[in-house]
């Protein structure tokens, strides 16, 4: 399979930012008396846009979510990443074998633009994907919608068929597999069997996706040779 387009989720992906994003988030929903361990907010926030996860804070809350959280969560989060934030380990490698290969690339994430930008250029990322960046920001309905991938294959002038997306979160792999693109899940920290099950092909040694883009047959393809073979 020659892919018209290698669309990489950013957090979890290229950048190992959800350990220190999630920290932040659950001190500061315990902070506002929302008792929430590190787990559940992996569980229950992880791929998500901000405003979703507004949304449900504030059905949580039973109140609205005051006024500041938000930026001070942006705040916190910009400063830890200043302090902790690397990149995936293995991705640098990956992605000049990607770039070898001259297959295009972007970047589509339910983080916003400045947060995007912040982590792949603390980490040294972001020259290989300037200009190929699409955020949640951009249209209506954030994963686990097919709005963002569609948006970016759209702008990038790939078939969505022709897209293979590389996703960590259960959410995001929804969203890929509802805009009929391939997924490999990368489940370095999330399970591989809820990944697998949402219809990705997983993996766990980010070394290895040069071979999985090579050799990884497109979901629709690979679903009738299984069919055929049942028969
Ligand atoms: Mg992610």
Known sequence: MRWDLVIFDCDG???DSEPIANRVFTDLLNELGLATTLEETMRDYVGRSMASCMAIV????????PDGFVDAFRNRTADAFRAELHAVPGIEA???????ASLPT??????????IRLSLGLTGLLPRFDGRIF?????????????LFLHAARA???????CVV???SPLGVRAAVAAGMTVLGFAARTDPGTLAELG???????????????????????RTEEGLKRD
């Open 13 to 15: 992906v290229l950048v």
């Open 166 to 168: 590389i996703e960590d």
């Open 94 to 100: 990956a992605l000049d074998a990607i770039a070898d």
């Open 135 to 147: 955020s949640a920001q951009d249209v209506a309905r954030g994963k686990p919608h097919p709005d």
């Open 106 to 115: 972007c970047v589509a994430s339910s983080g916003e633009h400045r947060k």
């Open 58 to 65: 504030g059905e949580r809350l039973g109140r609205p979510v």
């Open 156 to 162: 990038m002038g790939a078939d969505p068929s022709r």
């Open 200 to 222: 990705a092909t997983t993996f766990d040694d980010m070394t290895r996706l040069p071979e999985m883009l090579s050799g990884t047959p497109r979901t629709s393809s690979r």
